[in-house]
């Protein structure tokens, strides 16, 4: 059964803390060169590669013992929230055009992208930890798709505006915010 609650607060995290990253540029470069559906069909399906490889890590993670399972969780979540307040304002990547622009090529392009980009990526660890944390991976699941998704779609679409208008230091200071305070719950939970 999925949990709302559950997918509501994975959402929130995830897409506050994807919203500064590089591949949401890479998505706002690509959308800007190319038929934007095609590129979020690629994108989308490396983004669901990513969450089912990290929902499965954070589904081994809860064989471990409860208060031990809680100090992990604790330690990765404070060690994302620092890379998100230390890491300074990343280039764009070059993105290669492909010369043909058929949905095969430029899906495929866009697939690429984020599977190398993503790989080992905070937000994907941030999933493992999570899937860990809440022992409902299909939920889990769900919030991190639907949130990597969700930034995708703003970023092949209206990357720009929304930049414009939101800063992306207040972003990134939110999303650290909320990764600090789960940081500091789950080694409550591990202590108490």
């Known amino acids: 059964m999925i949990s709302i ?4 607060l994975v959402f929130g995290v995830v897409f506050l803390a994807e919203l500064p990253d ?18 979020f069909a690629g994108v989308a399906a490396a983004f669901v590669v990513h969450v089912v490889l990290a929902v499965a890590a954070g ?3 809860t064989l471990l013992p409860q ?19 230390l890491k300074g304002g990343e ?11 058929s ?3 430029v899906s495929g392009a ?3 992208l984020i599977l190398v980009a993503e790989f080992g990526d905070l937000t994907q660890i941030m999933t493992a930890n999570l899937a860990a944390r809440y022992d409902d991976p299909l939920s889990v699941g769900l919030g991190a798709v639907l949130a990597l998704w969700a930034v995708a779609g703003l970023g092949i679409v209206g990357g720009k505006a929304l930049m414009k208008r939101v800063p992306l230091s ?8 909320l990764m600090l305070g789960l940081g500091v719950w789950s080694l409550y939970e591990a202590i108490a």
């Open 59 to 61: 589904s081994v993670l």
């Open 103 to 105: 949905f095969w090529k």
């Open 170 to 177: 207040l972003i990134t200071k939110i999303a650290a915010l």
């Open 22 to 39: 590089k591949t949401a540029l890479a998505g706002l470069v690509l959308g800007t060169r190319y038929r934007a559906s095609y590129v």
């Open 110 to 112: 866009g697939f690429m």
């Open 5 to 8: 609650s559950v997918t509501a």
């Open 91 to 101: 280039e764009e990547e070059e993105v290669r055009e492909p010369k043909d622009q």
């Open 67 to 85: 208060q031990l399972l809680h100090a992990l969780t604790g330690v990765l979540f404070l060690g994302g929230a620092a890379m998100l307040l």
